[in-house]
Each structure stands twice: as C-alpha cells, then as structure tokens.
C-alpha cells in the first residue's frame, strides 16, 4: 500500500532560525496536505497542494509540491517559539479514492527561545 | 459552529470492557473518519463514512465498530477492549467533492487499557 515518510522525526532549534520538513510519497500523489498538532492538541489543517511544482506561502511558512507530486516540504523562516509542534503531511493517492490521505509520522519541531 | 466534538476527553478501561466513543459534527460534512494516534506515530485511518448509512473499513479497523445514522453522528464503539488499543482516538469530518478537502479535528479521546 501506499506509503507517506517524513524526515526528520524530530528538530530543535534555536527561536529565529529556519526549519524544514521534507515529505516522500511511495506513490504518485493527486494531491497533499499539511497539518499542525500543538502539544496535546488536535491536527490543525494548514494547507493543500494540487499542481505539480506549486509553492505556497502564508507568512513565514513556504510549502513545495515536486514537479513529480511525489514529494512535498515545509519551510518555517526565522522560527518563533508559536511554531513548536508536530507538523505532519498526509497525501491522497493518484489512484486511490477520494477520502483517503495517508499520514506521515510527523516532525516535532521544538524551538527554543 | 461548535465544530466536531467528541466525548469522552478521557477514559480507563479494563480488558474486556466495552465502550463508545461519540462524535458528532455540526457542519453538514458528507464524509466522516476515525484516526488513532499513538505515540510518535501519524495517524491511522480506523473506519470512515461517506455519508449517512455507509461506512467503510480503514487501515486498522479490528476490534472496532461503527455506525452511521445521522450525518451529524459517528460513534466507534470498542468491544473487548485490549491494552493494543491503548492510544489517542481522533474524530474528523470534511466535505468531499473531487478530492478529499480539509479534514477538521474533534479534540480527542485518551483511551487507555489496563
């Protein structure tokens, strides 16, 4: 089946440096999200991606789908001590249905200010 | 909107007790899903719904039930509880149309069995 990897597991830095979490899909994607859990908290939906090679941008952060949509990454710049949490990818296969995303296993991003 | 609530927060169960997990969603989503949450790993799809009176297997769905009569409702209901379904449950809902939308997140339910 389908398989999502997310490297690193885990990564602490220092409040103002950047961050970057990469996202590998065993399988051509249709499309994928990113989401954020605060600590104890739940998955908070952040964005999706659709187009091959598409970037987004929300303020500090810049998510990248490849030009193969088989990768996906999240850029934080200049990391606060608000971004601390886990931020998983969760992908929808080309050929799968519609409800289906499969998870990564998530990067806990602990910053310290 | 109150969103997607479930109860309860918390709960302890002993091995073979049974219980429900309730989840109800107030935004009309077509689709609804159960996820389970255990430490240091993502989150793995248990069962989902794609509307009112159909549901579905997930990746991990044994010793667990659900049903759907309502499109506001989406109970799981554990059986015989094992110490293996020890994990964070989380009840989400989206509205598909083309592709799988945003999911939205109740707050979870800490299950654990003793």
């Known amino acids: 089946g389908q398989q999502v990897m997310q490297i690193p597991q885990y990564q602490h830095v220092q409040e103002g440096e950047d961050f970057t979490t990469y996202c590998n899909s065993s399988t051509t994607l249709s499309n994928i999200q990113w989401y954020k859990q605060r600590p104890g908290g739940h998955p908070v939906f952040l964005i999706q991606l659709v187009k091959s090679g598409e970037v987004k941008k929300q303020k500090r952060l810049t998510f990248q789908f490849g030009e193969a949509k088989k990768n996906s990454s999240l850029h934080i710049t200049a990391t606060q001590t608000t971004d601390v949490g886990t931020y998983f990818c969760?992908?929808?296969?080309?050929?799968?249905?519609?409800?289906?995303?499969?998870f990564g296993k998530g990067t806990l991003l602990t910053v310290n200010p | 909107n109150a969103g997607v609530t479930q109860t309860p927060k918390f709960r302890i169960l002993k091995i073979g007790q049974s219980m429900t997990l309730q989840c109800t969603q107030d935004m009309n989503h077509n689709y609804m899903y159960w996820y389970r949450q255990d430490p240091g790993m993502g989150l793995k799809l248990i069962y989902y719904?794609?509307?009112?009176?159909?549901?579905d297997k997930g990746e991990v769905p044994n010793g667990y039930n659900v049903s759907r009569s309502t499109t506001e409702d989406f109970p799981l209901r554990l059986e015989l509880a094992a110490p293996s379904q020890t994990s964070v449950y989380f009840c989400?809902?989206?509205?598909?149309?083309?592709?799988?939308?945003?999911?939205?997140f109740g707050p979870g339910t800490r299950l654990t069995v003793l």
């Open positions: 989400a809902s989206s509205y598909v149309s083309g592709g799988p939308g945003e999911q939205f």
């Open positions: 969760a992908g929808q296969d080309s050929g799968g249905s519609n409800y289906k995303l499969t």
């Open positions: 719904s794609v509307g009112a009176g159909i549901t």
